[in-house]
C-alpha cells in the first residue's frame, strides 16, 4: 500500500474486462471454505499469456515500466520485445523494460514447442518530452501559471510563469494594472517566471493574468484561464461542516501535508483561495488551508477569537477527560513529549483568562499548566504522574469545552499478556476498491482478509478479543469508517494488514521487496517496533523497516496504531506465499509475537 495506495487501487478498479482474468476460484486445502474463509486464489488459467498490468492504452511519463501477468504452460520460455522473463512455477511474471514515448507496445512471445509461438500485446500511450516552443516568437498555452483562480489579500506574493521562445525579454500583468518583468529560470526550455507583492491594501475585481514575450509592435501577447483578485474587506468565516468522520483537515498548502484536524464546528478566517482550497488563519504567524466542500462561508460573522476558562480534570474509566474551558469551537493541535508523559494543546484564535484549574484525577494527571504562547496561541500542558504513559487520546467538543479523552494504559498480565486486550484487525480493501491484483489475478482484498482470519484464531488462543472491521469478505467498510470503528467499539490496539504494490515508472527489481511496518502518532511507535522485530525474525522476506506513513487509518489517536505491508502482490513468488496457508500462520504468529513483547514492555511498574 504505502505510497503505491493510490496505484494500486487504481490499479484494481482501471483493469478492462479483457485485462482481468475469468477463472474459477478456490480455496486453500488448509482452510475450508465458509462463509468467514473467501476464495483466495484462482485456478491457473490454461490461456498461453495473460497481462494483468498495465491496463491498454494506459498514459505513462516514465523511461521504463513494470508488466505483470502469467502465462501457460509456466516451463515455456518467455519474452517480451525479445527479452527473456522469468517465470514462476505457477506460471506467474513481473518483468521491467525501458519504454519509449508514443504508443509503446509490448509484445509477448510463448515458445509453446519448435514450431508453436503464442503471442500477446499490450499497449501504453507516453507522453513525448517536452521541447522549446518552435518558430520565432510563440507561447505554450498550456504552459501558463496559475491554472486556477487565486483570491489574495494585501501582503501575499503573486508568483506567474510561462513557456515560449528562449532568450526573449517577458513580462505581465494582472488585468488592467502596471506591467511587471518575468525572469527566464530554464533557458533550454524556455520557462519565464515573474512575481508581484500585493500591496498592503490590494483591492481589485478578479482579472485574468495577460503574458507577453518579445518587445515593440512585434511582442506576442496572451491570455491565462485563471482570474485573479484581491480583497481588503474584512475576512470570511469558515465553519467546519458535521462530517461522517467527525473532523476534516487542515493543509500546509492546497493539496500539501496534513497540519490539524479540526472538528464540526471549529470557525477560521478565510484570508485567500487557491480553486477549491481556503486559505485560513491559524495565528499571526500560521497559516493553513482547507477544502471549501468541507466548511460553510459567512461574510457576515464576526471574526472567530476564543477565550479560555476554568480547566477540569475528570477520572474515567480509561483514565481521565481533561476539560479545556473555551467561549468558541477554536482549531487546536495536540503535541505529545518524547516520553508519552505529557502533552500540549495549542489552542489558535484564543486568549488565556484561566482562573481555576480542577484536578479530580490525581493518581493520572500529576499537573495542569497554561501560558499565552503568542499573542493568539494558548498553550496548555497536562503532565501524568510518574510511570504513567498516554496510551491514547481522543477530543471532541462538549458543551463549552474542549474536551480532550486521556488514555491511561490498559491491565496487562504479566504472564499472559494479551489476555482481555481488544485488538482490532482491519483487512484493507474491500469489493468496491480491492486494491492490488497479483500476476495470477490474486486480490489484495482477499489476501488480506485471509492473514487476518489467520491472525484472529491465535490471537484469541492467546486470550486476546478480536474486532475486525470487515467482519465478512464481501463488506464494504469505507477508509474513514475503519479507524471510527475501532473508537466507538472500545479497542485497545489497531492493526490495518495490507499488501504492497509499486507506483508505475518504478523498477521492481531496484532493491530488495518485502514487508514494512507504519505508524504515525508517537504513542504507535513502540508498538511498529515490537511488531517489526517480530517480522524481521519470523518473515523470510526482505526487511523494508519500521516507517513514520501519513496514512488515515493510522492516523486516528484512541490507541496504539499500526499499518503492516506484509509481502508485494505484484511479485509472483510473494503473491505465491500469500495464497499459502502456512506462511499466512506464520505471518499470525509474527503479529501475536510483536504484540505479546510490545504489552509486556509496557505494563505500568509499581
Given at each position: 500500500?504505502?505510497?503505491?495506495?493510490?496505484?494500486?487501487?487504481?490499479?484494481?478498479?482501471?483493469?478492462?474486462?479483457?485485462?482481468?482474468?475469468?477463472?474459477?476460484?478456490?480455496?486453500?486445502?488448509?482452510?475450508?471454505?465458509?462463509?468467514?474463509?473467501?476464495?483466495?486464489?484462482?485456478?491457473?488459467?490454461?490461456?498461453?499469456?495473460?497481462?494483468?498490468?498495465?491496463?491498454e492504452?494506459?498514459?505513462?511519463?516514465?523511461?521504463?515500466?513494470?508488466?505483470?501477468?502469467?502465462?501457460?504452460?509456466?516451463?515455456?520460455?518467455?519474452?517480451?520485445?525479445?527479452?527473456?522473463?522469468?517465470?514462476?512455477?505457477?506460471?506467474?511474471?513481473?518483468?521491467?523494460?525501458?519504454?519509449?514515448?508514443?504508443?509503446?507496445?509490448?509484445?509477448?512471445?510463448?515458445?509453446?514447442?519448435?514450431?508453436?509461438t503464442?503471442?500477446?500485446?499490450?499497449?501504453?500511450?507516453?507522453?513525448?518530452?517536452?521541447?522549446?516552443?518552435?518558430?520565432?516568437?510563440?507561447?505554450?498555452?498550456?504552459?501558463?501559471?496559475?491554472?486556477?483562480?487565486?483570491?489574495?489579500?494585501?501582503?501575499?506574493?503573486?508568483?506567474?510563469?510561462?513557456?515560449?521562445?528562449?532568450?526573449?525579454?517577458?513580462?505581465?500583468?494582472?488585468?488592467?494594472?502596471?506591467?511587471?518583468?518575468?525572469?527566464?529560470?530554464?533557458?533550454?526550455?524556455?520557462?519565464?517566471?515573474?512575481?508581484?507583492?500585493?500591496?498592503?491594501?490590494?483591492?481589485f475585481?478578479?482579472?485574468?493574468?495577460?503574458?507577453?514575450?518579445?518587445?515593440?509592435?512585434?511582442s506576442?501577447?496572451?491570455?491565462?484561464?485563471?482570474?485573479?483578485?484581491?480583497?481588503?474587506?474584512?475576512?470570511p468565516?469558515?465553519?467546519?461542516?458535521?462530517?461522517?468522520?467527525?473532523?476534516?483537515?487542515?493543509?500546509?498548502?492546497?493539496?500539501?501535508?496534513?497540519?490539524?484536524?479540526?472538528?464540526?464546528g471549529?470557525?477560521?478566517?478565510?484570508?485567500?483561495?487557491?480553486?477549491?482550497?481556503?486559505?485560513?488563519?491559524?495565528?499571526?504567524?500560521?497559516?493553513?488551508?482547507?477544502?471549501?466542500?468541507?466548511?460553510?462561508?459567512?461574510?457576515?460573522?464576526?471574526?472567530?477569537?476564543?477565550?479560555?476558562?476554568?480547566?477540569?480534570?475528570?477520572?474515567?474509566?480509561?483514565?481521565?477527560?481533561v476539560?479545556?474551558?473555551?467561549?468558541?469551537?477554536?482549531?487546536?493541535?495536540?503535541?505529545?513529549?518524547?516520553?508519552?508523559?505529557?502533552?500540549?494543546v495549542?489552542?489558535?484564535?484564543?486568549?488565556?483568562?484561566?482562573?481555576?484549574?480542577?484536578?479530580?484525577?490525581?493518581?493520572?494527571?500529576?499537573?495542569?499548566?497554561?501560558?499565552?504562547?503568542?499573542?493568539?496561541?494558548?498553550?496548555?500542558?497536562?503532565?501524568?504522574?510518574?510511570?504513567?504513559?498516554?496510551?491514547?487520546?481522543?477530543?471532541?467538543?462538549?458543551?463549552?469545552?474542549?474536551?480532550?479523552?486521556?488514555?491511561?494504559?490498559?491491565?496487562?498480565?504479566?504472564?499472559?499478556?494479551?489476555?482481555?486486550?481488544?485488538v482490532?484487525?482491519?483487512?484493507?480493501?474491500?469489493?468496491?476498491?480491492?486494491?492490488?491484483?497479483?500476476?495470477?489475478?490474486?486480490?489484495?482484498?482477499?489476501?488480506?482478509?485471509?492473514?487476518?482470519?489467520?491472525?484472529?484464531?491465535?490471537?484469541?488462543?492467546?486470550?486476546?478479543?478480536?474486532?475486525?472491521?470487515?467482519?465478512?469478505?464481501?463488506?464494504?467498510?469505507?477508509?474513514?469508517?475503519?479507524?471510527?470503528?475501532?473508537v466507538?467499539?472500545?479497542?485497545?490496539?489497531?492493526?490495518?494488514?495490507?499488501?504492497?504494490?509499486?507506483?508505475?515508472?518504478?523498477?521492481?527489481?531496484g532493491?530488495?521487496?518485502?514487508?514494512?511496518?507504519?505508524?504515525?502518532h508517537?504513542?504507535?511507535?513502540?508498538?511498529?517496533r515490537?511488531?517489526?522485530?517480530?517480522?524481521?525474525?519470523?518473515?523470510?522476506?526482505?526487511?523494508?523497516?519500521?516507517?513514520?506513513?501519513?496514512?488515515?487509518?493510522?492516523?486516528?489517536?484512541?490507541?496504539?496504531?499500526?499499518?503492516v505491508?506484509?509481502?508485494?502482490?505484484?511479485?509472483?513468488?510473494?503473491?505465491?506465499?500469500?495464497?499459502?496457508?502456512?506462511?499466512r500462520?506464520?505471518?499470525?504468529?509474527?503479529?501475536?509475537?510483536?504484540?505479546?513483547?510490545?504489552?509486556?514492555?509496557?505494563?505500568?511498574?509499581?
Amino acid at each position: 500500500m504505502k505510497q503505491a495506495f493510490a496505484v494500486a487501487l487504481l490499479l484494481t478498479l482501471s483493469l478492462s474486462a479483457a485485462a482481468r482474468p475469468k477463472h474459477a476460484i478456490k480455496t486453500a486445502p488448509e482452510e475450508p471454505q465458509t462463509a468467514a474463509s473467501p476464495p483466495l486464489y484462482p485456478v491457473r488459467s490454461t490461456e498461453p499469456i495473460i497481462f494483468i498490468w498495465p491496463p491498454e492504452n494506459m498514459p505513462l511519463a516514465a523511461d521504463g515500466e513494470f508488466i505483470l501477468g502469467s502465462v501457460s504452460p509456466a516451463t515455456a520460455p518467455f519474452t517480451i520485445n525479445g527479452a527473456a522473463v522469468a517465470v514462476h512455477r505457477d506460471g506467474g511474471f513481473i518483468a521491467w523494460l525501458p519504454i519509449s514515448p508514443g504508443t509503446f507496445t509490448f509484445h509477448g512471445e510463448l515458445a509453446l514447442s519448435s514450431v508453436t509461438t503464442a503471442t500477446a500485446e499490450r499497449h501504453i500511450l507516453v507522453p513525448v518530452p517536452a521541447s522549446p516552443v518552435p518558430g520565432k516568437l510563440a507561447i505554450d498555452p498550456a504552459s501558463l501559471s496559475p491554472k486556477s483562480d487565486l483570491e489574495l489579500r494585501g501582503g501575499d506574493l503573486l508568483t506567474v510563469r510561462m513557456k515560449g521562445t528562449p532568450g526573449k525579454p517577458a513580462r505581465f500583468r494582472v488585468g488592467k494594472h502596471d506591467w511587471l518583468p518575468m525572469r527566464i529560470v530554464n533557458a533550454a526550455l524556455g520557462i519565464y517566471e515573474g512575481t508581484q507583492l500585493l500591496a498592503p491594501d490590494a483591492d481589485f475585481e478578479a482579472s485574468p493574468v495577460e503574458y507577453e514575450l518579445g518587445s515593440g509592435w512585434s511582442s506576442l501577447k496572451t491570455l491565462g484561464t485563471a482570474r485573479i483578485s484581491a480583497s481588503a474587506k474584512p475576512f470570511p468565516v469558515a465553519t467546519v461542516k458535521m462530517s461522517t468522520t467527525g473532523f476534516t483537515s487542515v493543509k500546509t498548502g492546497p493539496a500539501n501535508g496534513f497540519l490539524m484536524f479540526p472538528l464540526s464546528g471549529t470557525r477560521l478566517p478565510v484570508t485567500g483561495r487557491e480553486n477549491t482550497a481556503l486559505r485560513v488563519r491559524l495565528s499571526d504567524s500560521l497559516s493553513g488551508w482547507i477544502e471549501a466542500k468541507d466548511v460553510e462561508i459567512s461574510t457576515s460573522a464576526p471574526p472567530p477569537h476564543a477565550v479560555t476558562g476554568t480547566i477540569n480534570v475528570a477520572k474515567t474509566d480509561l483514565g481521565a477527560a481533561v476539560k479545556i474551558g473555551v467561549s468558541e469551537k477554536t482549531a487546536f493541535d495536540v503535541e505529545l513529549s518524547a516520553g508519552l508523559d505529557a502533552l500540549i494543546v495549542r489552542l489558535y484564535n484564543t486568549t488565556g483568562h484561566t482562573n481555576w484549574i480542577i484536578n479530580d484525577a490525581p493518581e493520572f494527571v500529576s499537573e495542569i499548566r497554561w501560558r499565552q504562547e503568542a499573542t493568539d496561541v494558548v498553550a496548555v500542558t497536562v503532565l501524568l504522574k510518574p510511570n504513567e504513559m498516554l496510551w491514547g487520546w481522543w477530543p471532541s467538543f462538549d458543551g463549552g469545552c474542549l474536551r480532550l479523552d486521556l488514555h491511561r494504559t490498559p491491565e496487562i498480565s504479566k504472564s499472559k499478556p494479551l489476555s482481555g486486550i481488544k485488538v482490532m484487525l482491519d483487512p484493507g480493501h474491500m469489493p468496491s476498491a480491492p486494491g492490488a491484483t497479483g500476476p495470477l489475478g490474486t486480490r489484495e482484498m482477499d489476501a488480506n482478509y485471509a492473514i487476518a482470519l489467520a491472525a484472529k484464531t491465535r490471537l484469541e488462543t492467546a486470550g486476546a478479543a478480536v474486532l475486525m472491521t470487515r467482519r465478512d469478505p464481501l463488506d464494504e467498510v469505507s477508509l474513514a469508517d475503519r479507524p471510527k470503528q475501532a473508537v466507538e467499539r472500545g479497542a485497545d490496539i489497531f492493526v490495518s494488514l495490507h499488501n504492497n504494490a509499486l507506483p508505475d515508472g518504478e523498477n521492481p527489481f531496484g532493491k530488495p521487496r518485502g514487508f514494512t511496518v507504519f505508524y504515525y502518532h508517537p504513542q504507535s511507535l513502540k508498538l511498529g517496533r515490537a511488531v517489526h522485530e517480530a517480522y524481521r525474525g519470523r518473515i523470510k522476506l526482505a526487511d523494508e523497516g519500521l516507517r513514520w506513513g501519513n496514512l488515515l487509518v493510522a492516523r486516528q489517536s484512541a490507541m496504539p496504531a499500526i499499518l503492516v505491508e506484509t509481502a508485494y502482490m505484484i511479485f509472483p513468488d510473494q503473491e505465491a506465499l500469500l495464497n499459502d496457508a502456512p506462511f499466512r500462520d506464520e505471518l499470525s504468529k509474527a503479529l501475536v509475537e510483536g504484540l505479546e513483547n510490545f504489552l509486556r514492555s509496557s505494563r505500568r511498574k509499581p
